[in-house]
């Protein structure tokens, strides 16, 4: 199931540069200027700038020395995520020496940042969603939403600004397939909504947001298929396709510039123009998608702004400068699929989405 085609140079100033940095695990924005921040196997956080050199660091990011899997700021305050702990550090301040550190043991897989209330936002699995607030104390509970309905298992989470105050948050869930509620601090329940499709695994969701539809999202399954939501809010009858062309297992999709990237464990695969035309309704199979394969060996990715796109191997970087990225049919890199449709009928839950406040020890 090798990739055809020819493949990109090692190239510090081309479309790919691949940087070997041993024992990273995660890599996304540097939140304090230009440049990247690393997580690795050993709890550490690195910042850097654009060629992964190191400017400063955090030692202990992780109380429990694990693997970071995910990073966020928020109001000078950090989130970082392991299998075993959460980390809330801060405030991060130009001055500030020895940030406070405070632990939740019980990991979390991922964390965003809720645009509206600024909140850190933390997938727990099969036992729901954690919110908190920047500048959490160790005595501080923190909000747990949890449902007594769905069988969703909370892994990737999307946060979007909602209207009157609220975040919506959308979750991928596994097989219980995707989920989302309103989110304000204060507020003790909410409607869970959720829709889960036959055979499909759900397993990350991103936004595909235009100025008129800001609620967009596509999900991806475990196979490839694409789920693909108007708005989240309203879409009851998402449309749902797949490329032949995708080979392995799908760990993540990120979108920007209406182009969407799905890493699966046989490579790197990015899907021009494909949000507008799924915006468009332009997903017939006599639509033609180009696709540009790279047969990279990685885990994970994130996007940095709309300029770089991250992918952590093992022992390695892989920076692709998007801006670089060829685009053109002309090219021999680029492949050209028509989108298969899925035929997957939608399964909507509504349950009631407990928030309730709970000290840190009990959280997780």
């Known amino acids: 199931e090798c990739m055809n085609g020819p493949y990109f140079p090692n190239d510090p100033d081309g479309a790919l540069y691949k940087i070997p940095v041993p024992g990273v695990t995660w890599a996304g924005a540097n939140p304090f200027g230009e440049g990247f921040c690393l997580g690795f196997e050993t709890g550490q956080v690195v910042f ?14 992780s109380t429990s020395h694990e693997a970071v899997n995910g990073f966020a700021f928020s109001q000078n305050w950090l989130a970082v995520t392991t299998r075993k702990d959460i980390n809330f550090i801060g405030p991060c301040l130009p001055r500030t020496q020895s940030p406070n550190v405070v632990t939740i043991f019980g990991g979390g897989g991922d964390v965003t940042v809720a645009p509206t209330s600024g909140h850190f936002v ?19 509970p923190v909000t ?29 869930g ?77 760990y993540r999709v990120l979108s920007t ?12 695969f990015a899907f021009f ?8 309704g332009d997903t017939s199979e006599h639509g033609i998608t180009n696709i540009l394969r ?14 770089w796109l991250l992918a952590v191997g093992t022992d390695d970087v892989f920076r692709f400068d998007l801006e670089k990225m060829p685009k053109s049919p002309d090219d021999g890199r680029i492949a050209q699929e028509h989108p298969e449709q899925v035929k997957a009928e939608p399964q909507w839950i509504e349950s009631r989405f407990e928030q309730t406040s709970e000290c840190m020890a009990a959280a997780v």
Do not use: W
């Not at 933390?122 to 005595?139: A, F, S, W």
């Not at 949890?146 to 991928?172: H, I, M, T, W, Y």
């Open 294 to 307: 790279m047969p990279i060996q990685a885990a994970d990715a994130n996007l940095v702004g709309n300029k």
């Open 144 to 172: 747990i939403g949890r449902s007594e309905k769905s069988d969703l298992n909370f892994c990737r989470v999307l946060a979007l600004p909602g209207e009157g105050g609220n975040d919506v948050v959308v979750c991928a």
């Open 122 to 140: 933390i997938p727990l699995g099969p036992d729901g969603i954690m919110y908190v607030k920047p500048g959490i104390g160790e005595k501080d």
């Open 273 to 280: 123009r494909l949000a507008v035309a799924l915006h468009q």
């Open 257 to 268: 510039q209406g182009v969407v990237y799905l890493l699966t464990s046989k490579g790197l």
């Open 48 to 61: 850097t700038e654009c060629m992964a050199q190191p400017v400063s660091g955090i030692k202990v990011a």
């Open 174 to 250: 596994r097989r219980g397939g995707l989920g989302f509620a309103n989110y304000r601090e204060g507020i003790r329940g909410h409607t869970l909504h959720s829709v889960a499709f036959r055979d499909l695994d759900l397993v990350d969701v991103c936004s595909v947001a235009t100025a008129e539809k800001p609620l967009a999202v596509v999900a991806a399954a475990k196979d490839g298929s694409l789920v693909f939501f108007d708005d989240i809010l309203t879409d009851k009858s998402p449309k749902i396709i797949k490329f032949n062309g995708i080979k392995g297992t799908v």
